[in-house]
């Protein structure tokens, strides 16, 4: 045999060697870093060059005196080597002569606890450390929660640091236990519990003479045995469609990865959401087309048919296809600084697929360290609630304990575009199954031509003692008087009746804005030039109101009034009492105003009068 076919036969068997990827988590300063360092150093991975860098940066940054510092290895950000600590997922490849691993050092902090749900999403396994000094505490709860909520079912439990114990056997199994219980209530089907130092290397590659009493395997060789869930070939064939590939008019292909089951020429696919159907004509690749295509391998489809297929659509098998739905009751874990209000809008992206999505309902949040039930009307940072969400569109879905990618989402602040949630669905709400839009001979166009005017919602949003409603009634009499038809919807007059079941925190802001969003779209329906008079202070709001309607109907008129002038004026003696903290909530004081950044109408009520502000508005509104 030549040299180069002694390369190539190298090459295949480690080309074929099986992938697990596995996280590390648990608390702070348990040694996640460190095992992961001496797993590296002991398996023989690390090239002269890295072992030689590693030695200078122990001496410079290590925390083991005169030793080899092996945390040091993942702990790349200058930062997370200044403080002793992990921040950000680390993620390192290594391999051995049964399998290829990718593993995530996951932050042990509890402020960083979404990077480590980021890596626990792609995860097959979890190493989940326990200081053995310390047992099992909440972040270790933690995060055990969030494995189990990201669909890990197999857990090694790490008791480090054996050797600050002196190797005690009974400590090491009270942790176990109580770990077991633990992982039972979540429903983590399997745990391997391994006592180890991952500073001295006992029971890392070998079993450690240190612990004679322990007859398991080492850990390397529990991650070279342990069976990842495989994806299935055999339940029904989804790819989720990624790309349409249209290079000339001749063909047009949909990319994607299949994400379960197989599929092959002749093949009849559904497309959900739309429900049309076709057969599979090829199966095309880099390297030439497939008999055949299974899950996990990355295709592009062709159809028989000219069917309406676009990106974040699905294509499954016609006989056993995904749901699709715009209702959902699904697990979110709160990522964003900023609490989560039921309401406001974000987007949701799965898959392929962004939609607009909204919380209706915080059914309960989870306390991660007991697992009990606590009403909520907000989330803030790291915390866990069953939520219902309503889309404005239907999507494909499975359950994600089924499918990760297809149950699996993210929400996005439709303002800054930062990630603030990742979520997982549990089940379609049938709530609204039965509800139709109800279609009118008499629309809205019938409705405004026979008033003889376009339909506007005209939003005048500033401080309290701004001169909104001044200004709104000065405008409705002037539109009146040229024979319009005109209502107002003031905020104090709303809340006496239909919102009248609301105070003033951030979540019931977010609702009153919403109604009387909705209240505006339905007299916009209905012909009419309707005023809003709100402080509406959030701009996602706001902004959801204007994407009721249709484009050049609704104008955002901001009332510029500083706050010490709108204080000044106080004719109700709002601010006084909010000073002196008689009212909780108060706009521009204890809570938020977001000025508007693209306004349609800005008037200066210091530099002119209510009258000739009006006047303003009302040439806007004539003139268009």
């Known amino acids: 045999m030549t040299a180069a076919s002694d390369i190539r036969a190298y090459l295949r068997q480690h080309e074929d060697k099986p992938l697990l990827r596995f996280i590390t988590c648990g608390s702070v300063d348990d040694g996640k870093s460190t095992l992961i360092g001496r797993l590296l150093h002991d398996t023989k991975l690390l090239f002269d060059d890295q072992l030689a860098a590693l030695e200078k940066d122990s001496r410079r940054h290590g925390t083991q ?225 497939l008999a055949r295509a299974v899950a996990g391998q990355a295709v592009t489809l062709t159809l028989a048919d000219e069917v309406d297929v676009s990106r974040g659509d699905v294509l499954a098998a016609a006989e056993d296809p995904p749901q699709a739905a715009d209702q959902f009751a699904a697990h979110l874990l709160w990522m964003g600084e900023q609490p989560l209000l039921p309401g406001r809008p974000y987007w949701l992206k799965i898959g392929a697929r962004t939609v607009t999505a909204t919380v209706t309902e915080i059914k309960h949040k989870v306390d991660v360290n007991s697992q009990a039930r606590l009403a909520a009307k907000h989330l803030a940072l790291n915390e866990v609630a069953h939520v219902n969400l309503s889309l404005d569109q239907s999507i494909a879905f499975e359950p994600y304990a089924r499918n990760r990618t297809l149950g699996g989402f993210i929400l996005i602040d439709r303002y800054d575009n930062a990630t603030v949630a990742a979520g997982t669905l549990d089940f379609a709400l049938r709530r609204a199954a039965n509800i139709h839009w109800q279609h009118l001979d008499v629309d809205k166009a019938a409705r405004a031509r026979i008033k003889g005017q376009q339909p506007r919602v005209l939003w005048f949003t500033g401080l309290s003692g701004s001169g909104k409603s001044t200004i709104a009634n000065l405008v409705d009499k002037r539109l009146h008087a040229q024979g319009l038809h005109t209502f107002i919807l003031d905020g104090d007059n709303v809340r006496h009746g239909l919102n009248k079941d609301l ?64 204080e000044r004026r106080d004719v109700k003696g709002l601010y006084a009492k909010a000073r002196a903290g008689q009212i909780k909530n108060f706009t521009g004081i204890d809570s938020p105003y977001e000025v508007p950044e693209n306004a349609e109408i800005v008037l200066d009520t210091t530099a002119q009068t209510p009258e000739a502000l009006a006047a303003q508005v009302v040439d806007r509104v004539l003139g268009d």
């Not at 709860?141 to 494995?147: D, G, K, L, N, W």
């Not at 925190?505 to 209905?526: F, K, P």
């Open 503 to 566: 105070g003033f925190t951030d979540e019931d802001r977010v609702e009153n804005i919403r109604r009387v969003a909705e209240v505006a779209r339905l007299m916009a329906d209905a012909g009419l030039i309707v005023l809003v008079s709100f402080i509406s202070p959030f701009r996602a709001e706001r902004r959801m109101a204007r994407e009721l309607f249709a484009p050049g109907e609704f104008l955002e008129v901001h009332v510029d009034t500083p706050l010490a002038e709108a």
């Open 65 to 289: 005196g005169e030793d080899i510092d092996f945390a040091l290895l993942v702990d790349g950000l200058a930062a997370e080597r200044e403080q002793g600590i992990t921040i950000d997922v680390a993620y390192r490849y290594f391999s051995t002569d049964k399998r290829k691993f990718i593993v995530a050092d996951c932050p042990g902090h509890e402020q960083y606890t979404r990077n480590m749900a980021t890596g626990a999403s792609t995860a097959d396994l979890a190493v989940v450390l326990v200081d053995a000094r310390k047992g099992l505490l909440t972040q270790t709860r933690r995060h055990s929660y969030i494995c189990a909520l990201l669909g890990i079912r197999q857990v090694v439990l790490a008791v480090n640091k054996m050797d600050a114990v002196g190797y005690d056997q009974a400590t090491f199994e009270i942790i176990a236990q109580g770990y077991r219980t633990l992982a039972a209530e979540l429903g983590i089907a399997q745990v391997t519990a391994i006592p180890l130092s991952a500073l001295k290397g006992d029971n890392l590659l070998e079993r450690s003479a240190a612990m004679p009493w322990y007859a398991g395997a080492p850990l390397l060789e529990v991650l070279e045995t342990s069976q990842p869930s495989a994806l299935s070939s055999a339940g029904g064939f989804r790819l989720p469609v990624q790309w349409v590939n249209r290079p000339n008019q001749d063909f047009r292909g949909f990319a994607g990865t299949l994400v379960a089951g197989s599929v092959a020429p002749g093949d009849e696919v559904v497309v959900v959401p739309s429900g049309r159907r076709s057969r599979v004509q090829r199966i095309v690749t880099a390297d030439g087309d």
